[in-house]
């Protein structure tokens, strides 16, 4: 691959396999060079921008976690004030968008602000040590929602950040996977294209944070796709467009055993009420979003 | 053109000819005429800017952080609560060095809950990297607002300013105030001419992280840059005096100083009420005088040493408390002072919560003064401790 063309170059302090660092690389193709990144506090801030060094090929500012949003609101009116047309674009974890974040994207939602705002959901605070987000999976094992004799781990699902955003009158929102790059590209290429506030949530595997060799991401995301689990869609309008069907949907054991964060699911014996449970949340979506291919 | 103006609309005349091309604030009382007046005068094409209704104080500064960082000029307003509510945004601005100017309606801070005024808001974000200019009237008001803007965008300077005023006591007071044209204040301050912004063709990364190795740098060249706005500050000043016959060269202001024993120092609408006292006490034979601090931030440590070298004792006002210590104002005056001068400096913590001050209060704290009690809460009601 040609590094020089790349927006999002190589040399940064990622880990081995890390899935957000790919997502950002696929995100500014779909982007284009004409593009203003705007990026909250986070693994990705941290490992693709070490003062003097920088990553990024586009403008890009980080101000605090929970800002973004609003910090796009006013670089998207000041643009506009100066006749400029650049994409405004913003980059965040799932600690910044899913929780200390959600007052400033509600307002720029409500607002109408014409950005993007795109998720890269690793499922948890990963920078900091791994701590649960309001993005966690049911039954994630993390440092603040430890495994012990009275904890399977996360005790809540994760919170529907899409159908919130959608209920603010976002234009487009869509999910997508890292490990789906070109259905990545085209939904961010789209959202480039229609007015308004957008929401892109993209499912991107942590190898540190989940448990699993950094050789694994892609195979990893295509699990969570495969048991259903993670679903790829997309809504215009408040109205589901399109879903990325799956032929014969996977149990979730497969997705679940091959990460240390659910282990304890399955030693020292295999929990089946548990996994019951997270199945349960597979077969939901499958149904609520038509997953399974008839 | 001299008119009689609300204290808030004179500010907002003032912003409207700084020609802001964002103005992004959340209303909050005593500040609410203000973002009001702007609101107006944006939805009558009085203003080409973008008003952005956010929906709280964080985000205002938030937004006017990235209106800023992508090369317009902006504007915000707010006070108290508000102010505490962007404190991390402060430090943001700073670090970034955004020149964004920002009216602070200086309101006392809960709990409990009072709308009225102190400047206790304001003297709380004083080590955030902000200019801090406080206003005696609303002239001063007006008129800070031109020159917070000129020596923020200064390329030496590129600091963040606050421009301070007392909540009610100026905000909703009507005085004659003589609003300069847009014409007088466009020849003044040009357009912004922004150094490092965001742009597609030119990238660049703003408020990447910095490890040990290069923070510390960073640090001291805001330090820097607060140094040159002393200088920066005097120059404006004097230019704005030339320009529109007000003089604002001075960080400072004496009144009646010259041979005075005793100086009272103090910051804001204060000034007008012991000025008056200052001229009675004069009548009585006091050799009394009144140093006013105009600016806070950068705190022209110099210039008060000048000041107060022949005098005795020294009586600051406070309207603030740092609480373990002793007000904010005395604390600077002490540290300027400092080795040089065998002033005695008492320190008078007042008008807390926007409680009045008179001229008689102004002759009792002379009167301590000059028998040496200070360091204490002025008028302490002790019947309800």
């Not at chain 1, 973004?68 to 047309?85: F, N, P, T, W, Y």
């Amino acid at each position: 691959m040609d590094q020089e063309s790349e927006l999002f170059q190589c040399g940064h302090r990622a880990c081995g396999g890390c899935g957000p660092a790919l997502a950002a690389k696929l995100i500014l193709k779909g982007t284009g060079p004409n593009t203003i990144v705007v990026a909250s506090t986070g693994c990705m801030e941290v490992f693709s921008t070490p003062y003097p060094e920088t990553a990024w090929g586009v403008p890009w500012i980080h101000s605090l976690f929970e800002n973004a949003a609003a910090v796009a609101s006013g670089i998207e009116s000041s643009l506009k004030k100066q006749g400029r047309d650049e994409n405004v674009v913003c980059i965040c974890g799932d600690g910044a968008t899913f929780d200390i974040g959600m007052l400033c994207i509600s307002g720029a939602f409500e607002r109408g602000h014409d950005i993007t705002y795109i998720c890269y959901d690793n499922e948890a605070y990963m920078n900091t040590g791994i701590q649960r987000s309001g993005a966690t999976p049911y039954d994630a094992n993390t440092t603040t929602t430890p495994v012990g004799k009275c904890s399977t781990g996360n005790p809540r699902p994760k919170k529907d950040l899409p159908a919130i955003l959608n209920s603010h009158g976002a234009s487009y929102v869509a999910t997508a996977s890292m490990a789906y790059p070109n259905d990545l590209i085209r939904k961010v290429k789209r959202a480039m294209e229609i007015h308004g506030p957008n929401y892109i949530q993209v499912h991107t595997p942590c190898c540190t944070g989940w448990g699993f060799d950094g050789s694994q991401t892609m195979n990893i995301g295509r699990l969570a796709v495969e048991t259903g689990l993670w679903v790829n869609y997309e809504m215009v309008n408040g109205e589901l467009e399109h879903v990325r069907k799956v032929g014969s949907r996977k149990s979730v054991d497969e997705y679940l055993q091959v990460q240390k964060r659910f282990r304890h699911l399955f030693r020292p014996k295999k929990n089946e009420e548990e996994i019951a449970k997270i199945q349960a949340i597979a077969d939901h979506n499958a149904e609520v979003f038509g997953v399974d291919r008839k | 053109m001299m008119e009689i103006l609300e204290g808030s609309h004179a500010v907002a005349e003032a912003v409207k000819r700084c020609r802001p091309q964002v103005i992004a604030a959340y209303p909050i009382t005593p500040q609410t005429h203000i973002v009001e007046a702007l609101a107006s005068m944006v939805a009558d094409c009085d203003l080409d800017a973008d008003y952005i209704c956010v929906e709280s104080e964080f985000s205002a500064l938030s937004a006017c952080l990235g209106a800023s960082a992508a090369g317009s000029r902006v504007y915000s307003a707010t006070t108290s609560q508000g102010l505490a509510l962007m404190f991390e945004v402060c430090f943001n601005v700073a670090g970034m060095r955004q020149p964004i100017v920002m009216t602070i309606a200086n309101r006392a801070m809960g709990a409990p809950l009072n709308i009225w005024n102190d400047q206790q808001d304001s003297i709380s974000l004083r080590d955030a990297g902000w200019m801090q200019f406080y206003a005696e009237d609303n002239q001063e008001a007006n008129d800070l607002h031109y020159i917070a803007y000129k020596v923020a965008e200064n390329h030496d300077v590129l600091l963040p300013a606050m421009v301070c005023f007392d909540g009610f006591i100026l905000t909703h007071t009507y005085e004659p105030v003589d609003i300069p044209t847009q014409e007088e204040v466009d020849a003044f301050l040009p357009a912004y001419q922004p150094v490092n912004i965001l742009d597609a063709k030119n990238p660049m990364s703003l408020g990447m992280y910095a490890t040990p190795e290069y923070y510390t740098e960073f640090r001291y060249e805001i330090e820097e840059a607060m140094k040159r706005a002393r200088k920066v500050f005097a120059e404006v000043g004097a230019e704005f005096g030339e320009t529109f016959g007000r003089d604002y060269s001075g960080l400072i202001e004496g009144y009646r100083l010259e041979d005075a024993d005793v100086a009272l120092v103090a910051m804001g609408s204060i000034c007008g009420t012991v000025k008056d006292a200052v001229d009675e006490m004069r009548e009585d034979g006091k050799k009394v005088g009144l140093l006013k601090i105009r600016s806070f931030r950068p705190f022209p440590s110099e210039e008060v040493k000048a000041a107060l070298a022949g005098v005795s004792t020294v009586a600051v006002l406070d309207k603030n408390i740092s609480i373990g210590q002793k007000g904010a104002v005395a604390l600077e005056v002490r540290d300027a002072l400092y080795g040089s001068s065998g002033a005695e400096v008492l320190d008078y913590i007042i008008a807390l919560g926007g409680r009045d001050v008179r001229k008689r209060d102004i002759r009792a704290v002379v009167d301590l003064a000059e028998k040496g009690i200070g360091d204490q809460f002025y008028g302490l009601r002790t019947e309800v401790l």
